[in-house]
């Protein structure tokens, strides 16, 4: 009989960089906890206007350690090709959700994170759908059957992409915003931050002001919860909260210095 969990937070970007923009505070703030973090990377991201799939993975490696990941691993699906309902079939015969459910079972996750629906890129989007039916599907002992023993993770928590949604919960990424910043300029090639990259076809990632809206946006949800730098989570279950008082006092919900918006009610 496995363990229940053989990692504790495991995360699926569509494309290498993904992870390091939308989650990038999260994953260093647990691996410094001393976490078993992992990342997923769902394909070598061979359809990008820049950067080579070898030289993309090297600043994969470097994103990594920056982050101090406890591994990391490409799915290589196909980029511009992931297929939301995971039918489409990959060259070792396997479907795209076989290869996603033999994953998850394979290293077992406590928490998954993945990218939220509402996302711009077609890649993103079918992401989050194939993730999603493959996280749940995953747990079923007669599902594929042959890509490892069925896994229920605990939770699911989407992160954030191009469009905003209202966070469920934001986690104060303060003292690791360097850390994912240094590891979001390792995907060099993505961020013009090689020094050759004059002809090469401007990117939504390679202009001027990508690098410094990552820092606003994350300076926009630490605000709502008081601290100068927060990453935005949703989660489509109702979170339970038993002792409202301890959770209170060890995490203080006071100190927002922003309300983005009025509460209901
Ligand atoms: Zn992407």
């Not at 394979?106 to 992401?127: G, I, K």
């Not at 079923?140 to 949604?165: D, P, V, W």
């Amino acid at each position: 009989m496995k363990e229940m969990f053989d990692c504790d937070l495991l995360a699926f970007a569509p494309h290498p960089d993904d992870a390091e923009i939308c989650c990038g505070g999260l994953l260093a703030s647990m691996s410094a906890k001393g976490y078993q973090v992992g990342l997923v990377d769902m394909t070598l991201g061979e359809c990008s206007s820049r950067g080579t799939v070898a030289i993309r993975q090297d600043e994969a490696k470097n994103a990594s350690e920056i982050l101090g990941l406890t591994f990391r691993i490409n799915a290589e699906l196909p980029d511009c090709g992931i297929s939301a309902d995971g039918s489409a079939i990959l060259p070792d015969g396997e479907s795209q959700i076989e290869r996603i459910v033999r994953i998850i079972r394979r290293h077992r996750p406590q928490t998954v994170a993945l990218p939220c629906q509402s996302t711009r890129h077609p890649d993103h989007r079918a992401a989050s759908e194939l993730l999603t039916r493959a996280i749940f599907l995953a747990g079923l002992r007669n599902f594929k059957s042959h890509c490892g023993e069925a896994h229920t993770a605990l939770q699911t928590i989407y992160y954030q992409m191009r469009f905003a949604f209202r966070p469920s919960f934001i986690v104060d990424i303060t003292a690791v915003a360097e850390q994912k910043m240094a590891a979001i300029r390792a995907h060099k090639t993505q961020f013009g931050l090689d020094g050759n990259n004059s002809e090469l076809p401007a990117t939504l990632a390679s202009s001027a002001l990508s690098l410094s809206s990552v820092i606003a946006r994350d300076s926009y949800y630490g605000m709502m919860i008081g601290c100068p730098s927060g990453e935005p989570y949703l989660v489509k279950n109702v979170l339970r909260l038993d002792d409202p008082c301890e959770y209170f006092k060890q995490c203080p919900g006071k100190g927002a210095l922003f309300f983005p918006d009025e509460l209901t009610g």
